[in-house]
């Protein structure tokens, strides 16, 4: 379930969560925005996240940012 690859847009995924936790971020109505996996970095995954609403409005100030080792 888990992929550590880059990608812009897509499902989220944590290295460090559950498959629930995983889940529910994914039905919580944020985005995955940018996500910079091993193949940038061989170490984990930078993962920006964006509500849905402040997508629409181009308003990036509020993205959340996580990062994941692997």
């Given at each position: 379930?888990?992929?550590?690859?880059?990608?812009?847009?897509?499902?989220?995924?944590?290295?460090?969560?559950?498959?629930?936790?995983?889940?529910?971020?994914?039905e919580?109505?944020?985005?995955?925005?940018?996500?910079?996996?091993?193949?940038?970095?061989?170490?984990?995954?930078?993962?920006?996240?964006?509500?849905?609403?402040?997508?629409?409005?181009?308003d990036?100030?509020?993205c959340?940012?996580?990062?994941?080792?692997?």
């Amino acid at each position: 379930m888990f992929a550590g690859k880059s990608k812009i847009f897509g499902y989220y995924t944590n290295l460090q969560m559950t498959e629930k936790q995983v889940t529910n971020v994914n039905e919580s109505g944020k985005l995955l925005l940018l996500q910079i996996g091993e193949n940038f970095n061989n170490e984990g995954l930078f993962i920006v996240l964006i509500n849905k609403e402040d997508l629409a409005r181009c308003d990036f100030s509020k993205c959340k940012l996580e990062w994941s080792q692997s």
